[in-house]
């Protein structure tokens, strides 16, 4: 259905291109109508025409363009459902950092017993801090 409105819209751009491109001017065009012997009201409109076949086309296929042009609009923003940028990107490929084998840890990765550890110096003394018996 997109399609064949979209060639429609095609066609009927064609047909508009050709309706105004063999339309005669009006003459003289904004120049005329400042200095020419014309009422306010065809000085600012212009004058009338009878509506010869080449203005009714280019009227109708006007319209035409405009709605196919709508109907084009509201039936490609219903055609998919708005993705997001985020959704494009590759997922997390591990969690877990990767070492290589045979290297060691700048930092164990075991915390030390605390049978062995040094209570921390909580009270500013200097000097060597003992171990609790």
Do not use: C, Y
């Not at 120049?31 to 600012?44: E, K, L, N, Y």
């Not at 990107?89 to 591990?94: D, E, I, N, R, T």
């Not at 009270?123 to 801090?129: D, F, I, L």
């Amino acid at each position: 259905m997109f399609t064949l409105f979209l060639i429609l819209l095609i066609i009927d751009s064609i047909v508009l291109i050709a309706a105004i491109l063999l339309q005669a001017g009006k003459g003289g065009g904004l120049a005329a109508s400042f200095g020419g012997v014309t009422t306010a009201a065809d000085a600012f409109i212009g004058s009338r025409q009878a509506g010869n076949l080449l203005t009714k086309t280019s009227w109708w296929a006007g319209g035409l363009f405009l709605g196919l042009a709508f109907l084009l609009q509201v039936l490609s923003s219903h055609r998919a459902a708005p993705r997001s940028v985020l959704d494009q990107l590759p997922g997390p490929a591990s969690t877990a950092p990767t070492v290589p084998k045979g290297t060691q840890p700048a930092v164990p990765l075991t915390a030390p017993n605390k049978q062995d550890a040094a209570p921390p110096n909580a009270g500013g003394a200097k000097g060597p801090v003992e171990k609790p018996k």
